[in-house]
């Protein structure tokens, strides 16, 4: 029996601060000991991770660090090679289909690339989760994902097809698409990766006011500084697979840790090889 | 020494990989299958509207081109055999000849190979392009799984289609040979009809039909798992396209060949 999207507890107490706890006893995302692997590599190694419900949390790092890998475990699209993922207590790697979809109801994505099908046009592509999983009518689906392009400053473009929308125009319709059941965990990949300064300005006030405005509990994954520094509540580091540090804003600023300086202030990373790998690695064969 | 080890792991590894090939084709019929059957109650019931959409677009919008095709090939067939036949007298073999030929071979060939090249590719390209472009991620994510969103319409269409277009090709194809041949047979096309309908049984045209859902299943099932398995891009769309088609024609002609021998034994 498929439920109204706007059933749930979807509703915090009010007054929740800029700062929650990050260690609650009501984390919404509970990752522990997480590792994983892309052959006989390992890209994450043993990540512990918690995101209490309605922060915002921004995770960090440079290319390769692992960060999209991170966010695939967590929306269920990699299951783990050890250790567990769980969103709203359950386990993802041991969830039923069942209990993954119950799940995935109460997540919203938003892809870097925007993911937008294109064999729909924009309208359809945001009313895509409420036919799929609600029963309500018609008219209601399309007032309700009218409703959400409004929300994201595309009012009146239901009808054009995704090839038709420029970068900034495919993030945000996007977006509503993964808003429109209400979700209570929002993931934003790359939400200005991409755009111009402004529209990447815009895309954070969007983001500050659904947390306001919805409580929603927001992951977002970026490379911008900027943007990181402005929207999170907390900040997550992640550096070679490793969990750098996690804390508030400012802590990150000033963490003395030297990968982290190298990472704000954009200093190249040094290059740290011994001379016998290097060798090794110039004469090694293939295979 | 080095070399001969080389060419066994690289024949060890082709091998694996045909046979994973065949394994991971299996586990996508089954689960197409499945949500055909149980979706509705994992969340995932099957809808009507992509499967009229797959209908329409494997079947309906191939109907003149298959069509076309089959009359063309029965003319085909009728000069073939009005030719060589009267070199042995035998002229009055053609209708046979051109009946059991038709129903049991050519129609349904003619038919797969022509739909594998355009909807097969199609659905390769289709779900390619999805994969690349992240679409196969956000419908997971949403809540939709993909084979049961974009495989089980179109097998489910092509099941229905391969077989009913094969019917018209085979007829189409029988009435081209009528019309190139009753003239030299001196009777009229439709005699020559009547005569093609008491020649044939259940079983020629049973075996063209069971040939066609086999078909059926095999540009599916390369399709769409040529699809799913694309990397690297627009090129690799590209790629998985050419190997999709390449591929369903080789197996629907080796797999068309080994059913012959089995039934015609
Ligand atoms: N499909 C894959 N197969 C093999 N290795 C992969 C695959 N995807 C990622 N990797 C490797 O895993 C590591 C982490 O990649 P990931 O994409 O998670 O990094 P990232 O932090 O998202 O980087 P970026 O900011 O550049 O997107 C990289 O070293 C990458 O080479
Ligand atoms: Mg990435």
Known sequence: MPSHPRDGPALQPPGLGPEPPVASAQALIDVHQLQAWYGRRRVLHGIDFRVAAGEI?????????????????????????????????????TASERELLAV?????????????LTSLSVGENVALPLREH??????????????????????GFQDLMPGQLSGGMVKRAALARAI???????????????????????????????RDALRMTIVVVTHELESAFKIADTITVLDQGEILMTGAVEAVRAAPNTRIQDLLNRRPREVQVDAETYLRRLTEEEG | MNVLLRALTNVGRATFAAFSGVGHAAV???????????GWRVGQPLRLAPVAQQLREIGVDALPIVVLLGFTVGLMLGIQFIASLSEFGAQSQVIVAVAKSVTREFGALITAILVAGRSGSALAARIGSMKVSQELDALSVIGIEPVRYLVTPALLAMLVMLPALTILASAAALVGAALYSAPALDITPTAYLLHTMNLLDAGDLWQGLSK???????ITLIGVSTGFSVSGGAEGVGRAT???????????????????FFVNR
């Not at chain 1, 440079?62 to 966010?71: A, I, M, V, Y």
């Not at chain 1, 995935?104 to 937008?116: D, E, N, P, T, Y």
């Not at chain 2, 066609?212 to 095999?218: E, Y």
């Open chain 1, 180 to 210: 429109v059941m209400d979700p209570r965990l929002l993931f934003f990949d790359e939400p200005s990766a991409g755009l111009d300064p402004v529209v990447a300005a815009e895309l954070d006030e969007l983001i500050l006011r659904l």
């Open chain 2, 242 to 260: 050419t190997r999709a088609v390449v591929l369903s024609i080789s197996w629907i002609i080796v797999v068309d060949m080994v059913f012959s």
């Open chain 2, 212 to 218: 066609s859902f086999v078909f059926a299943l095999l």
């Open chain 2, 28 to 38: 996508l019929l089954f689960d197409a299958l499945r949500f055909a059957l149980l």
């Open chain 1, 57 to 93: 949390r921004v995770i960090m790092g440079g290319s390769g660090s692992g960060k999209s890998t991170l966010l695939r475990h967590l929306i269920g699209l990699q299951r783990p090679a050890s250790g567990t993922v769980k969103l709203f207590g359950t386990d993802l790697g």
């Open chain 1, 134 to 155: 609600t029963r309500l009518d018609e008219s209601t689906i399309r007032i309700m994902s009218r409703l959400k392009l409004e929300v994201v400053n595309l009012g």
């Open chain 1, 104 to 116: 995935r109801k109460r997540i919203g994505v938003s892809f870097q690339g925007g993911a937008l």
